[in-house]
């Protein structure tokens, strides 16, 4: 990813793109009868802590007859997409920039719907031990800020902030990234293994109830209110099954807009009648609401 790109600008093109492509794929592919669902299995990685768009969707109905097969968790949004590519699950979500980028290498994927975004109840902020002498972006030369991967979201961000406040190409390459696991971000920070450490949504919650940490800067106050990701399906499942991927694409819609129309405490109440349930090998999850525009976390 061409990190000297504007975060936003990359957000753009994809969107663009989703109201161009659609999720049409070859007529003669499939079976469109009365438009049902060809293939009513769909693979995917979930996100720890997080309860997914499809998840909502598919608890809520959306999907119709399509079920969700969890094949196991993923931390971040590239290796999310890389495996819906080579068909490994069915569907992935990253970053903007990302699935530019997985598409320009020549992946045969599509991106058929947004699912997170920023707005002033959910983003993703950038925290210090509260006593820190990181005041400024230029403090972080020489520091290390804790990721959960590269050459996605948060890494966009922070090169965003540095370059806005000043920092050179050549300055902000002592920046130093450090990969770590989201549930491990907090304990990393708080110990002084890294300097600095990405948070979102329920982490960040955690994070800051706890006490003892500092906002440095998050990506609202940078770009505002913005969709940053999106949903890909590879081209062959589209041409094979254009019903399929178009309930699923209408589906998330759908569960976006039932998240940002209904009350919180539903929300939350909903979230834990779907973990409920959730097969005892899954990672252990706690509810995060605003998928709608949800903190990217492994994007």
Request: hydrophobic residues 40%; glycine residues 10%; neutral net charge.
């Amino acid at each position: 990813m061409k990190l000297h790109q504007p975060l936003l600008s990359v957000a753009a093109a994809v969107v663009l793109a989703l109201t161009v492509t659609g999720c049409g794929g070859n007529a003669q592919a499939g079976d469109q009868t009365a438009g049902q669902a060809e293939v009513k299995e769909l693979r995917y990685q979930g996100s720890a802590n997080n309860v997914g768009l499809p998840e909502l969707a598919a608890d809520l109905g959306y999907l119709g007859d399509i079920k969700l097969n969890w094949v196991g968790n993923t931390t971040s949004g590239p290796q999310d997409i890389q495996s819906a590519a080579t068909n490994q699950t069915d569907f992935g979500g990253a970053f903007a920039g990302a699935v530019v980028k997985l598409i320009e290498a020549g992946a045969p994927v599509t991106a058929v719907v947004n699912y997170y975004g920023e707005d002033a109840k959910t983003f993703n902020g950038f925290y210090v031990k509260a006593d820190s002498a990181i005041k400024t972006a230029r403090d972080l030369i020489g520091k290390k800020i804790a990721v959960n991967t590269l050459g996605a979201h948060s890494e966009a961000v922070i090169n965003t902030y540095l370059s806005k406040n000043g920092l050179s190409q050549d300055e902000i390459k002592q920046v130093q990234l450090v990969v770590l696991a989201p549930n491990d971000t907090e304990e990393a920070v708080r110990r002084g293994q890294v300097d600095v450490g990405s948070l979102g949504g329920v982490l960040q919650d955690h994070a800051v109830a706890a006490g003892g940490l500092r906002s440095l800067f998050n990506d609202y106050e940078l770009f505002g209110t913005f969709a940053g990701g999106q949903y890909v399906l590879r081209n062959d499942f589209i041409a094979k099954n254009p019903n399929t991927a178009r309930i699923f694409a209408t589906g998330v819609a759908k569960a976006i807009k039932w998240e940002t129309e209904t009350p919180r405490d539903q929300v939350i109440a909903r979230f834990k009648k779907i973990i409920a349930p959730a097969d005892a090998m899954r990672a252990p999850r706690t509810c995060s609401t605003g998928r709608a525009l949800a903190s990217p976390t492994t994007a």
